[in-house]
């Protein structure tokens, strides 16, 4: 019996464990579902004869170190914070670890005494970070094995509500961290290479410099650039590419929209609110505009992002219900961000029956015999329910296949990695073809400078 020991049974775990269960006899496997709530663990298992459910608090060392003696790999599905304590002890046991999260500097500085104990620590293997790498390096790979010279990459993914559970005129709702969403570009200006030069984008241009895609099947998509295009341009192979960037999915029109809350100060998390226990959405708005003897909040908020009253922009704002003098935002010295994100909660939660979708598009621009030509890959994936959402599904599957990879060795390369490699890649990517999560490929007319 292999033991697989999974800290973490949130809702990016239900996928991955039920990918497990179902191979656990095939593969004789026995999990250890291990979280803070016994409750929420039990549950993950459905009563399976080959899960036991365990409640785990990391700070206890002893029982931490414990379960991960009897495990023979690690899957953590914690916040990415937590998983070094976790590393740390899979080294010490000499077990192999499997994460979602990207490489931080503390897991990177394992590497070396990961490969002296002959240990695979495999990070970034969920969606993004995760199944963006297996998928671009696929192709990048098959372009350079033919003799193509890369000379442009882009790369864009994004959560978003799938078209029948599309009901609201933002065309969003929050799939996953809806924290991520509201500080979705700050920390800094967006950094990307474009023809050769680089190029920024600060926070308050983000949201309108936009690019646009169209997805067979499912429409028109926008996209804004992420905070560091060129993070991974190295690891990809692209330094001489004269075009690296990637980049946030979303409807047409929503990041347009969503700089109005920019504007207004509104995503802003440095600072606390006074009294925000007690403020009403009306007051909150109204602290952000200048005051006027008798204007209403609507004519000063209209006049501050110069709407007119028939503009989609202020219909998005009405539908959000921020005018609502009755509703209390009810936390306590809160940030105008968390406020925010209390306020968009009311309308953007998925509600019962709502699917969500993840969509991935890249394009990749080289040159081959003297021509330049273009492959675009686009996939869409459509969750089933609301346990096994598409982010459940494109963030669990590949850690879960992933991890039986390496216990039977397929996956074998030791060190802390992420999935850039064939060995890694190839059987991932076609194991999740299976599930849905399928790359469409198209030869295109060459669309760079």
Known sequence: ????????????????????????????????????????????????????????????????????????????????????????????YRKHLVTASYISPEMAALDEEVKKNGLVFMNEIGLDPGIDHMSAMKILDEIRAKGGKIILFESFCGGLVAPESDDNLWNYKFTWNPRNVVLAGQGGAAKFIQEGQYKYIPYNKLFRRTEFMEIEGYGRFEGYANRDSLKYRSVYGLDDALTVFRGTIRRVGYSKAWNMFVELGLTDDSYTIDNSEQMSYREFINSYLPYHPSDSVEIKLRLALNLDQDDIMWDKLMELDIFNPDKIIGLKKATPAQILEKILSDSWDLKEHDKDMIVMYHKFGYELDGVRKE?????????????????????????????????????????????IEKEVYEPILQELEHYGIVFHEKEVPYTGY
């Open 1 to 92: 019996m292999r033991n697989i020991l999974i800290v973490g049974a949130g809702r990016s775990a239900s996928s991955l464990i039920k990918y497990l269960l179902e191979k656990s006899d095939l593969e004789n496997l026995h999990l250890t579902i291990a979280d803070l709530s016994l409750e929420l663990a039990q549950k993950k298992t459905n009563k399976h004869p080959n899960a036991t459910a365990i409640a785990l608090d990391l700070h206890d060392v002893d029982r931490r170190r414990e379960e991960i003696a009897k495990a023979d790999i690690v899957i953590s599905m914690l916040p990415a914070f937590l998983h070094i304590e976790l590393a740390k002890d899979c080294l010490t």
């Open 375 to 419: 492959i675009d890959s686009k996939m869409v994936c459509i969750g089933d329910d609301q346990t096994y959402t598409a982010m459940a599904k494109t963030v669990g599957l590949p850690v879960a296949i992933a991890a039986i990879k390496i216990l039977k060795g397929i996956i074998s390369t030791p060190g802390v990695q992420m999935p």
